[in-house]
């Protein structure tokens, strides 16, 4: 029987992890990464005090967990490999165990009827590569090229879809703007250096793949719409800039091949712009994503500043524009997001329009509880909440596609409840619930709907 949101034959149904948010920092062989480093050196920076050493034990129940996977109809799954894991220190000689380990899973899932899609940088720099630089550095470029060549070369045989790089506007926000990623560097000259070096990157690892293997690769860009405030031309303006910073810094270079003109314009204004290599712009021009990931969790509604930035401050992107809190606006209390589900649909409208209608799919969409064991009952979370976030998003999802948007997949974010950077085990996301004393995986509410759905590939 038809349902009322049907959706298109073969549509992802899944989920995405990360490698430092799953596997366990001190499990097998394995270099460092700034996760490490940073808990090592501020731990209290974390949620309760917990930090990446032991995280949800993917590497030793890998199996375990994608059999769950295959138990509630998963057909894909997004995973990262860990650089720093693949090859310690960033460069140099390859971790057998990490090769034994990656192929294991990728074969498992294969297996079990689940398509793995593989991410090459999910926020984790090894930390060797951040001590020269890290992406302020073209000598990280070149190591992350090798890298992920060497990724491809490994695993491209079993491997059809790739991503260079899951939301890379945080790590530069986080690290270099907003102190909440290692280096914990304010200073957006270097924010704009480090994003396009990022670019240059991916652009490199997209080229590499295009001239040896015949799969896809693309990039996962968490595109947040910046809504004004009001159709007042200053609060337009805010929110055009706000778009230039945060979206279409990645966005145009990955799917045209070369950046807004306007953002140009307005950092060379401020004499902001980032260093670059005459052959850049070609490298650009040539290496086009096929596939683009979209995380979507919250808009970002601003409007006009309501006053003049210190003109002796540094210069921040904020310059520009002001945040705006909508009235009545709903929120996601324990992340402190606001829920606007026809986000994702207005989002997949611009990329319909504006770019090409480039191949798409939501990579992540999700929501963050707190205490979740609130709603325990006879051993079960019955996450209601969840269900409705889905439900009310894949609504909006689903009549883009009926107006013609390449939407191909909804991946939640996350299969299990995961490690969360600064919020450690704050929020809970996943579709399992994960005891963190003895690692025990029990299905949520939530894991038995979204398994009815993806089975009959829609939902009333
Ligand atoms: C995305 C990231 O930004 O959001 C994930 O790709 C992250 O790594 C997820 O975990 C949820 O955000 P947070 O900060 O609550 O973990």
Redesign the pocket.
Known sequence: MTKTYQFPKNFWWGS?A?AT?TEGGENGVKGKNIWDQWYEEEPNRFFDGVGPEETSDFYHRFKEDIANMKKIHHNSFRMSISWARLIPGGKGEVNQDAVTFYSQVIDELISQGIEPFVNLY??DMPLEMQEIGGWENREVIDAYTIYAAKAFELFGDRVKTWFTF??PI?PVEGGYLYDFHYPNIVDAKKAVQVGYHTMIAHAKAVEIYHKNYDGKIGI?L?LTPSYPRSQNPADLKASHICDLFFNRSFLDPAVKGEYPQDLIDLLAEYDHLPETNSADKELLKNNLVDLLGV?Y?QPRRVKARDSQPNPDSPFMPDWFFDAYEMPGRKMNVY?GWEIYEKGIYDIMINLRDNYGNIESFIS?N?M?VQNEERFLVDGRIEDDYRIEFISEHLKWLHQSIQEGCNVKGYHL??FMD?W????AYK?R?GFYSVNLETQERTAKKSAEWFSQVSKDNGFD
């Not at 969360?420 to 919020?423: C, I, K």
């Open positions: 995405a990360s948010q999910h926020f899951n939301e945080v996962v968490n995380n969790y992340r992540e999700g963050g974010w996350t995961n969360s950077w600064m919020n929020n996301y």
